[in-house]
T-cell receptor, first 111, second 114 residues
Framework: NAGVTQTPKFQVLKTGQSMTLQCAQD?????MSWYRQDPGMGLRLIHY???????DQGEVPNGYNVSRSTTEDFPLRLLSAAPSQTSVYFC??????????FGQGTRLTVV | AQSVTQLDSQVPVFEEAPVELRCNYS??????LFWYVQYPNQGLQLLLK??????LVKGINGFEAEFNKSQTSFHLRKPSVHISDTAEYFC????????????FGTGTRLLVSP
């Protein structure tokens, strides 16, 4: 099993550019979420989904959009990148009361 | 709302010494508790979890944690650390109902030296 797969692993963007971070899981998990990790702040929830077609905002949603058209995929879109969005992004999936499984992360730098 | 406090941002320790990483949480409802480990340039991997039952939970790589409801703590322990345990450790909580989002602490970097 691949688990949770994130692409790309690294990305450099210029301020104002847009891009999509991809996340796919092959475990048939109903819940998927995006976190950002910044030094000294742990992981903070950006957006999450409880099933196909259902998404909601987390703790730090501004500047990001998500959609969930299938159970497997949960892409995160940066509409107009800003230096404050330089971070490491993690996608996670879980089912019921089970543990969350994390992808390997995307390290994004906005210059 | 839930919150997690990891007071120690960094814990240096010598190889083969015991270690305790502290975690305290706040919640008005019952929660599940987790410890995750992150090795350099890697994602997060589950070390152990407390869902119910025995308050002493054993995880992978010789780690264990004890849930203390009265002190709202879930400290992580290992009796003898190895160089390979050098990593960042995150404590997290999750509610029992709804989306069950994870709320993380700020992390503790464990530095094991020879």
């Amino acid at each position: 099993n691949a688990g949770v797969t994130q692409t790309p692993k690294f990305q450099v963007l210029k301020t104002g550019q847009s891009m999509t971070l991809q996340c796919a899981q092959d475990m048939n998990h109903e819940y998927m979420s995006w976190y950002r990790q910044d030094p000294g702040m742990g992981l903070r929830l950006i957006h999450y989904s409880v099933g196909a077609g259902i998404t909601d905002q987390g703790e730090v949603p501004n500047g990001y959009n998500v959609s969930r058209s299938t159970t497997e995929d949960f892409p995160l879109r940066l509409l107009s990148a800003a230096p404050s969005q330089t971070s490491v992004y993690f996608c996670a999936s879980s089912k019921g009361s089970g543990e969350a499984f994390f992808g390997q992360g995307t390290r994004l730098t906005v210059v | 709302a839930q919150s997690v406090t990891q007071l120690d941002s960094q814990v240096p320790v010598f190889e083969e010494a015991p270690v305790e990483l502290r975690c305290n949480y706040s919640s008005s409802v019952s929660v599940y508790l987790f410890w995750y480990v992150q090795y350099p340039n890697q994602g997060l991997q589950l070390l152990l979890k407390y869902l119910s039952g025995s308050t002493l939970v054993k995880g992978i790589n010789g780690f264990e944690a004890e849930f203390n409801k009265s002190q709202t703590s879930f400290h992580l322990r290992k009796p003898s650390v190895h160089i390979s345990d050098t990593a960042e450790y995150f404590c997290a909580v999750r509610t029992h109902t709804g989306f069950q989002k994870l709320v993380f602490g700020t992390g503790t970097r464990l530095l094991v030296s020879p």
